[in-house]
Structures are given as structure tokens and as C-alpha cells.
């Protein structure tokens, strides 16, 4: 009874479950998202607090008291149908109800239904519990990645490309350290877990001797030191060796530098001599990078030592570190001092599980098969090869420079390979990886102050809480930098490269006297280590096969003691030595990993040459019905007049003067098409090459692109007047010329149409897109919290009904709904964080394959354009590309790059939609309900979008009639210019494009039709810029020539 008591003291009042600030989510006093849940709920008694409106308390109140009404209602039902049941069936409360929860709900429910003086009932007060911990487990989210990206970490990096390269032409270098120590790592591992497997194969041999009364252990005298191997379980020797709990137990030695010997028992245990058998790992302390020297003197809690604990206004009151403009916390020191550590500690995590797959390997280290009779091995110790490096053209690599990318069997071999041969390039990438934050940010504290100011931002941003998180974007963004500009730092000055491993070790205390049967004397052994290993040798009973075996296992060559060095002459390792710890080691170092896919800009095809050679058309002799007239039935007077006004006039007239002009014409045409597509298609490039940067920040590459659509569209209406202008001023052709610009120009301007459409949306809105999504995903949120607030009493009134779950009654579904509330804060900042990486990853994919996706379209070469000749279209089925030819590939060009556009574009649209897709998906995983408030709320979205592009649309329709307008208006200056200067010459005569569009002066009897009468065209009209030279007046006469 008191421990029922109890829990439900704890339940109604759920702070004291929390009293340990420890395990407390408690957001911190100035997170936004507590003081609006203030403003909407005032004071909720022990969770919220301010001095906001109390309305919704008042309403609750009333509500809590109705509901009350009711819940007393079901206990009446509950009491009578009990009644009843218990009458009738002769069991407490019938068959059907429990009798024990049914009682207890039916209390907790009523109880937690009782309004308090602020108007909120108990359920209501824990439900504002559950949203206020689900606020600080977001803070904690949100504080954690600003926390890494603080101490030097990026939120998306491009894998290291090829770190093979960097380490075999240049051994000196950082990475060359870090590959020598991954190579002791898996040697010192396989030597450990090797010898394990033996000395657990050996004792498990003595003791079925033993219970056969024969065998060493049967034989030992007790305390020594074969009695006390029988005696004692072979342990794990893998899990003896970390790097970090070295480190830990002394944080400060004077060498500034550790070693962790492999094996690394404790004193205490009787294995502890084998320390060091299988090599040691070495690293140096952070602290001798000179970014990090101030921090030699710190313990690993990262307290700053010069902090006053009586702190005043002349004192140190803090215990954050400043390193020049860069503030860390304790937990980022520390983080700091001991990333090294935890590098390594990872590093050797990964090639673990390489060393168990070698030795599972070994068919002599197998308890199954000890007698080696399976000739389908390898060699005799591999069942499976190890495999060697390829290059891409399936060759086996000779030397690094053959760019080893692949990894198969031996030539002449079959079957497979038991690795993948990127196990070591793979531990060392891991290592990079981790060390990233601390390599990155010694060059920040080492760059200029601008690089360092970018974290200026952190504190303001974890003081306001996760619910700002989405105002920050461009501050992250800062931060970030290029994904790809830092990708191939590495660790410098490890002290990696101090790492021993002596192949010879393991069978340095065995002084073999038979080969063939392995006997041996005891000697101390160690060779260079100066440790005394004979004690191994007493074990294995003075005989050597098992250290000989697994010695082999290592390497074959006996004058190679030590792991391969990288160098630029590294040689291939082929036959039984591939597959021998030294040979997969140096095979491995040629390997060279992919690198990031995408990180290639993406390459387009020009735009085709304008090579116009327009095949002219010429008239053809025509045959004519002799078309005799009366009384002259003899003579075709129609054949006569055909022949002569036709076939010999106009045909000879019309041919001659194609033949003359036909030439000009085309250049003409070219020279006045090519322009504007020209200026386009450079814009449109310019445009790309900004988005096409793979280390760019999607959004803003998107932004500076729309800017520069929308500087050209709205700067073109002058390069058309000019254009205009420069055509009409040409003798003689300007006229043809302008008519034949003018029907360029729809083409032109609904290209510039599209550019405004995309360039809006991406300069205007695209960078606000995570904002707007955040904020709308906060305000659903809200909305959230507010209906279970109302859901509260609801929730608690199905507790007390007596049908349903045990515990909860009618209010089981309310457990998914209340974690959703509590996990929805924490899932919009992984979904944040996520979708800014995922905008990357997606631009990657996109990058690595458009090329080839696209490559059918512009398969374009020397183009002609033939505009009055009709082509036909050749799909080139075997080549896999089609024929876009003449304007077709003109379009080609266009669309292919309008593709791209939308597809990055949408990559980025449709990736922030994380921020509200995990809140609403992500408790399917246990069945929960899916939830809709969050794809809501982030549809809102596209409304402003709508808004951004009808702008868009209304400003180039603006532009539009404005470059018409300015068109027009230049035509009509331009041609009296020129009719002035006509009439001066000519005697009066008007050549003017102003005489041929407004029809000139009229004759006496068809009136005039000046210009006054035919004014300039308004943003509406057309006529004046694509209709020049239709006359103006209905009955005028054709303007005169000069003489």
C-alpha cells in the first residue's frame, strides 16, 4: 500500500521524479518556445510561469468542472454495472473487469480530473510537464550539434579522395603516421587474437589430458606456472587494449605523449606478462599542436585552471576556455584533449572485426579441424585468399600509380576473396573522420578573425532554444564553408608513427631444437623490448608449432619483422604472401577509395555553332495549257504569256536576285539570331556554374543564380533598344533586318520569362525556405500542444472507464500522442540539421550521374542550321544518341540546362521537408498513428511561395511591355532621324522607318496618315516593333522614293 502511495505521489506530482538535475530536461530560463507556451497558457502550476494571460486557465476551469460532472457519471456506471456483475457471476466485479486495475484506474482518473486554483486539472498540468521536457530535450539536441560545429565540426564533409595518393608520395606526411599505426593496430590485433586461440586451444588440450590422468596440467605442481595456466580462463585479449581509458588515468604525463601496450593486462592478472608481445600503439597529446599548447596544463574535465572560484570584476569568472577569438566549453575541451584517443580507439574498432575474419580463417587455429587434411585451403593458414588490388581495367596493380580501384582472387586462381581490401583505407578514413573537428578547428584558431567570428553566433543561439533554430540557417551555413574545400585535412604530428610491432616477438622466448616436432628450450625473449616472455614457453609445454604457425600467419618473409612502410615503389605481394598479414597490409596501402561521388562539377555541351546556310528557294519553270482564244485556235496565246511574263520575267528576275543577295541575307540573319541566343545561353551558363559547384551551399548557390537572372532580365530591355536601334540605322536591309530581329525576340523573351519565373523564386524565397518551414513547423507544434491541452481531461475521463487497456483504459492511445508532443521538438532539429546535409548529399547524386543521364540529349557536334529546309529526325538507336540537330539542339541546350535548374531546385525544396516529415512519420516504427499537422504546416509554405512567383510574373510582364514600349519608341526616333536626313540628300524623298510604318504622307485623295494619327504603341501594342512597315493609312499612297 505505501509503495502504491508513493507512485502515485510521483505521478501526480512528476517533478519529484525528476529532482536530479542529472536526469532532468529542464530547458534553460531563456528558450522562445517557453515563454510563448507562457503567453498562451499563463501560469501552469509548478511547470509554466510568467506574468501572461490566465483566459485559457479560466475556460479550463469550466471545462475540468464539466468533465468532473461526467467522470462522475462512469464511476456511478462503473459502480452499478460492478454491482451488478459481482451478484450475478459470484466474482469481484465479474469475469469480464479486473479487479484490481479497475478500482485504481477509476481513482487515478477522477483524481487526475480535480481543477487546481489556476483552472488546470492534474492531467493537464502533467500533459504541460511532457511538453516542457520534450523542450529540453530538444535544447540539449540542438545545443549538442552547435557544440560540435563550436569546436571545429562541419555539418556535412566530402569524403577523403584517395588517401593512398597523399601517403605513398609523401611518407613524411601526417596521414603516412596514421596509416603506420593502423597497420600495428591489425597486426598487434591478429598477433593477440591468434595467440589467444592458441593458448585456448593448448589449455583446452591439457585439460582432456588431465581428465585422462596424463598431461602437463595434470602433471603441475601447485603454484606453478603451468598449473596456474590450467587453473585460469584464457581472457579476451582484444578487449584489454583502449586507448582512451590510457588516457584518461593519466591525463597529464610529462612526456606528453601515451602507449598502450598489445596486450595491456592488469598487474594483478597472471597474463600480465604477455604485455607488449604483439606491439604497443603511441600518439602524441593534442597539446603539441601550437593551436592547442595553452590547454597542456588542463585536466580532463576541461575546467579552465585560471578560473577564480571568489570571481569578481577583476578575476577569471569562468570556466570556458578563449583560445585568440574562440570560446570552448569544458565539455568541448575535454572532447579536444581526448580526440586523439577516441580516434584511435575507433580506428581499432574497425579492424577488430578484419582480425577475427583472419583468424576465423586459419584452418589450424580452428578447434574443428586441427589435422590440416582439407586440400581445398589457400594455403595452409587461409581457407579463403585475402585477395589483391585491380585496376579499373582488371589488371593486377604493379605499383600505386596504376590507380588500384577494384580487389579479386589471384590470376590463375578461383573462388573468392574473404576481404573487400578497403578494411585498412577504411579504419583510416574513420580516423580522419573523428579527428575532423580538431584538425578543422586549429586552422580556424590559426586563420583570420572573420573565419573565427562565424561561431559568434552559438551562444546567442542555444540561449534562445531549439525553437529559433530555423533563424540561423545562413549563420550554419557560415560555419560550413565549402563541403569540399577542407576535405583532405589530416592529423599532423600523431606520434602514430612510434608504434612497434615485431613479428618475431611471439617466438622470441622459443629456442627450437627440432623442427619437425616444434621442441624447444625456454630462453627470456623480448628481442628489443627487453621483456621476459619465457613464462609463454613453459605453457606451451617448450613447444613451438602453435607461435611458428601463427609467426606464418604474419609474414613468410622471416627478414621483414616489421609492417610494410608506404612509399611510392610499393610493390604488389602476390601468391601465398598475399594472403599473410604483411602482404593484405602492403596490398592494401595501394587501394584508393572512391572519394565523394558528385564532387565533379557537371559538364554541358556548348551551345551549338550558329552556322546558318539557309538553302535558298528558287522559282521553277512552270509548263502552261495552251489556252487558245478565239478565232486564233492556232496560237496558245496562254502558253505565250505564261511563258514570257512567268518563266522568263519573274523566274529570271527572282533567281538572279536570290543568287546576288541570298549570301548577305544569310549572314545577316546569322549575325541578328546568334546575337540574343548567344547572350542568353551565356547567362543561362552563368547561372549553372554557380549551382554546379559541388562544395557550395545549395540554397545559396540557388540564390546567387536567381540574382542573376533577374539582373539580366531586367537589364535587358536596354541591350533590345540597342539592338534596335543598331538594325534600323543599317541602308537599305535595317527595315528587313528589324523584321527579321523582332520575330527573334518572342523566343528571347519568353526564355527571359522563364528566368524571371525561376530566378524569384530561388533568390527570394529558396533562402528563407528553411525559416519558413521551421517556423511553420514551431507554430504547428503549438497547435499540437493546444489540443492536448484540451485532450487533457478527455484523456483522463477514459481512464476511468472500465473497458479498454488494464492501465489505461480508454485513453491507451493517448501514450503515442503524448510521446509524438514530446518527441516533435527533438525530431524538427534532426530533421533540420539533417535536411541541410541531405541538400548536399542530393546535389552529389544529382552531380554524379546527370552527365550520363543527359548525354543523349546533347550528343551535338557541328550543328547547321537549315531553317527553310525540313529535316528529318534520326534516332541514333546504336550509339545512344539522338540526332539534335538545327534548333532542336538550340533547345536542347536550353531545356537540358532548365532540367538541371528544377531538378536541384527540387532536391532542395523536397529535402527541407524533413524538418516536419520525421516529427509526423517516425512513430510508425512502433505503431503508432501517423501524424498530418506537420505536412500541413509545411504546405503553408507554398503559399508564400505562390506569392514570390506571382511577383515574379507580374514584374516580367512589366519588363515585357516595357521592352516593347522602348522598342517601339526607339524605331519611330530612329526613323526620323533618318527621314530628316533622306529628304536633305534625296530632294525630299522618305526612306525613314517611320515613313514605311506610318505610311507615309497620304496622297491628295487618300487623306493623310501621319504620325500624330498613328501614335506609339502602349505596353499593350505590338504593332510599332513587329510590324514596321504597314501602312498606316487606309487609302494613302505608298510612300515616294528618292530620286
Known amino acids: 500500500m505505501i509503495k502504491l502511495a508513493v507512485s502515485l505521489l510521483l505521478f501526480l506530482v512528476p517533478g519529484l521524479v525528476l529532482a536530479d538535475g542529472s536526469l532532468s530536461f529542464a530547458p534553460p530560463a531563456s528558450d522562445y518556445s517557453v515563454v510563448f507556451l507562457g503567453n498562451l497558457f499563463g501560469v501552469v502550476d509548478g511547470v509554466l510561469s510568467g506574468s501572461g494571460s490566465q483566459i485559457m486557465g479560466a475556460m479550463f476551469g469550466v471545462l475540468n468542472a464539466a468533465v468532473l460532472a461526467l467522470g462522475g457519471i462512469v464511476i456511478l456506471y462503473t459502480l452499478i454495472v460492478a ?138 605442481t601447485s603454484g606453478s606456472a603451468m598449473d596456474t595456466f590450467c587453473k585460469t580462463t584464457v581472457p579476451d585479449f582484444l578487449s584489454t587494449v583502449n586507448a582512451v581509458s590510457v588516457q584518461t588515468a ?70 570556458n576556455t578563449t583560445i585568440k577569438n574562440t570560446t570552448l566549453s569544458p565539455s568541448e575541451v575535454t572532447l579536444t584533449l581526448m580526440s586523439r584517443a577516441i580516434a584511435i580507439q575507433q580506428m581499432y574498432s574497425d579492424l577488430s572485426g578484419t ?37 579499373e581495367n582488371g589488371n593486377a596493380c604493379s605499383s600505386e600509380q596504376d590507380k588500384c580501384v577494384s580487389w579479386g582472387p589471384l590470376p590463375s586462381t578461383t573462388g573468392g576473396t574473404l576481404f573487400t581490401g578497403l578494411e585498412l583505407m577504411n579504419a583510416i578514413n574513420d580516423y580522419n573522420g573523428i579527428m575532423m573537428p580538431t584538425i578543422n578547428l586549429a586552422r580556424m584558431i590559426n586563420s583570420s578573425s572573420d573565419e573565427q567570428a562565424a561561431t559568434a553566433f552559438i551562444s546567442k543561439a542555444s540561449n534562445q532554444g531549439w525553437l529559433m533554430a530555423g533563424a540561423y540557417f545562413f549563420n550554419l551555413i557560415t560555419i560550413q564553408g565549402s563541403s569540399t574545400a577542407n576535405a583532405g585535412q589530416v592529423d599532423s604530428n600523431t606520434g602514430l608513427n612510434n608504434s612497434a610491432f615485431n613479428s618475431t616477438w611471439v617466438t622470441s622466448p622459443f629456442k627450437v631444437t627440432d623442427p619437425e616436432s616444434g621442441a624447444s628450450t625456454c630462453t627470456q625473449g623480448g628481442g628489443s623490448s627487453g621483456k621476459d616472455f619465457s613464462t609463454l614457453c613453459v605453457w606451451f609445454n617448450q613447444n613451438a608449432t602453435a607461435v611458428t604457425h601463427l609467426e606464418a600467419l604474419i609474414t613468410t618473409d622471416t627478414s621483414k619483422t616489421g609492417v610494410p612502410t608506404p612509399s611510392q615503389t610499393l610493390p604488389l605481394v602476390s601468391g601465398d604472401a598475399a594472403s599473410t598479414i604483411f602482404g593484405f597490409l602492403n596490398n592494401s596501402l595501394k587501394m584508393q577509395t572512391p572519394g565523394q561521388p558528385g564532387a565533379a562539377p557537371v ?109 539580366f532580365a531586367g537589364n535587358l530591355w536596354m541591350y533590345l533598344l540597342g539592338l534596335a536601334v543598331s538594325s534600323a540605322l543599317i541602308p537599305i536591309f535595317g527595315v528587313f533586318i528589324f523584321a527579321l530581329l523582332t520575330l527573334a525576340m518572342p523566343l528571347v523573351i519568353a526564355w527571359v520569362g522563364i528566368m524571371v519565373s525561376i530566378g524569384f523564386v530561388t533568390s527570394y524565397y529558396v533562402p528563407v525556405l528553411p525559416y519558413v518551414i521551421f517556423v511553420f513547423g514551431g507554430l504547428g507544434w503549438l497547435m499540437v500542444v493546444i489540443e492536448a491541452m484540451v485532450a487533457a481531461p478527455i484523456v483522463a475521463l477514459g481512464v476511468t472507464h472500465p473497458e479498454g487497456h488494464d492501465a489505461f483504459g480508454k485513453g491507451e492511445a493517448a501514450i503515442m500522442l503524448l510521446l509524438n508532443i514530446f518527441l516533435r521538438p527533438a525530431m524538427m532539429i534532426i530533421g533540420y540539421i539533417a535536411a541541410i546535409a541531405l541538400t548536399y548529399v542530393g546535389v552529389w547524386i544529382l552531380n554524379a550521374g546527370f552527365d550520363q543521364a543527359i548525354g543523349f540529349v546533347q550528343v551535338i557536334q557541328k550543328q547547321s542550321l537549315n531553317t527553310l529546309d525540313a529535316q528529318s529526325t534520326v534516332w541514333k538507336a546504336v550509339g545512344g544518341g539522338g540526332d539534335y540537330s ?47 499537422i506537420g505536412q500541413e504546416s509545411a504546405q503553408w509554405g507554398e503559399e508564400v511561395k505562390g506569392k514570390v512567383q506571382e511577383a515574379g510574373k507580374e514584374t516580367q510582364s512589366a519588363q515585357g511591355s516595357m521592352e516593347k514600349t522602348m522598342g517601339g519608341i526607339g524605331m519611330k526616333a530612329v526613323g526620323k532621324v533618318k527621314g530628316a536626313l533622306g529628304k536633305a540628300v534625296g530632294g525630299g524623298g ?32 505590338v504593332e510599332s516593333t513587329q510590324h514596321a512597315g504597314a501602312p498606316g493609312g487606309g487609302g494613302g499612297s505608298p510612300p515616294p522614293i528618292s530620286k
Not at 601550437?290 to 597542456?296: E, H, I, Q, V
Not at 504622307?1001 to 504603341?1017: I, K, L
Request: aromatic share 10%; net charge neutral; proline share 6%.
Open 250 to 319: 593519466n591525463p597529464n604525463p610529462a612526456s606528453q605523449s601515451w602507449t598502450v601496450d598489445m596486450p595491456n593486462f592488469d598487474t594483478t592478472s597472471p597474463y600480465f606478462f604477455l604485455n607488449g608481445i604483439c606491439g604497443s600503439i603511441s600518439w602524441e597529446s593534442i597539446t603539441k599542436n601550437p593551436a592547442f599548447s595553452s590547454l597542456s596544463s588542463y585536466n580532463l574535465n576541461g575546467v579552465n585552471p585560471n578560473a577564480s572560484s571568489t570571481p569578481t570584476n577583476n578575476s577569471n569568472n569562468t570556466n
Open 355 to 391: 582480425a577475427r575474419s583472419i583468424i576465423s580463417n586459419d584452418p589450424l587455429m580452428s578447434t574443428s579441424n586441427n589435422n590440416n587434411n582439407n586440400k581445398n585451403t589457400a594455403t595452409d593458414w587461409a581457407s579463403q585468399q585475402f585477395g589483391i588490388p585491380f585496376t
Open 990 to 1021: 522618305d526612306t525613314s522607318g517611320e515613313g514605311i510604318q506610318d505610311g507615309g504622307e497620304a496622297g491628295s485623295s487618300g487623306g493623310s496618315s501621319t504620325g500624330a494619327q498613328n501614335p506609339g504603341p502602349s505596353s499593350s501594342s
Open 603 to 711: 559538364t554541358f555541351a556548348q551551345i551549338p555553332n550558329f552556322n546558318i546556310n539557309p538553302q535558298p528557294y528558287k522559282l521553277q519553270r512552270q509548263s502552261f495549257s495552251c489556252g487558245g482564244v478565239k478565232p486564233f485556235y492556232s496560237i496558245c496565246i496562254g502558253r505565250i504569256i505564261g511563258d514570257v511574263v512567268y518563266n522568263l520575267i519573274i523566274v529570271t528576275i527572282y533567281n538572279l536576285f536570290i543568287d546576288l543577295f541570298g549570301g548577305i541575307i544569310g549572314i545577316v540573319i546569322a549575325a541578328f539570331l546568334e546575337t540574343p541566343l548567344k547572350g542568353l545561353a551565356e547567362i543561362f551558363k552563368a547561372g549553372l556554374d554557380i549551382i554546379a559547384q559541388p562544395g557550395v551551399n545549395p540554397v545559396i548557390a540557388l540564390a546567387n543564380m536567381g540574382s542573376q537572372y533577374i539582373n
Open 886 to 932: 538545327d534548333w532542336s539542339g538550340v533547345y536542347a541546350y536550353f531545356f537540358s540546362i532548365l532540367i538541371y535548374t528544377s531538378l536541384y531546385l527540387t532536391i532542395v525544396q523536397k529535402s527541407f521537408t524533413l524538418i516536419t516529415y520525421l516529427p509526423d512519420k517516425v512513430l510508425r516504427w512502433i505503431g503508432g498513428t501517423p501524424e498530418s
Open 83 to 220: 454491482t451488478m456483475n459481482t451478484a450475478h457471476e459470484g466474482q469481484m466485479l465479474g469475469q469480464k473487469w479486473s479487479s484490481i486495475w479497475i478500482p485504481i484506474r477509476s481513482t487515478i482518473g477522477l483524481a487526475l480530473l480535480i481543477p487546481k486554483a489556476s483552472g488546470y486539472c492534474m492531467m493537464q498540468i502533467f500533459v504541460m510537464w511532457v511538453v516542457v521536457q520534450g523542450i529540453g530535450a530538444a535544447d540539449k539536441v540542438w545545443d549538442a550539434a552547435l557544440s560540435y560545429l563550436n569546436r571545429g565540426g562541419v555539418i556535412i564533409q566530402a569524403q577523403q579522395i584517395n588517401p593512398a595518393s597523399q601517403f605513398t608520395s609523401n611518407p613524411g606526411s601526417g596521414i603516412n603516421g596514421i596509416a603506420t599505426g593502423a597497420e600495428t593496430i591489425l597486426a598487434g590485433q591478429v598477433c593477440m587474437l591468434g595467440l589467444q586461440t592458441q593458448l585456448q586451444n593448448t589449455r583446452q588440450t591439457y585439460l582432456d589430458q588431465q581428465s585422462k590422468n596424463t598431461g602437463p596440467c595434470n602433471s603441475a
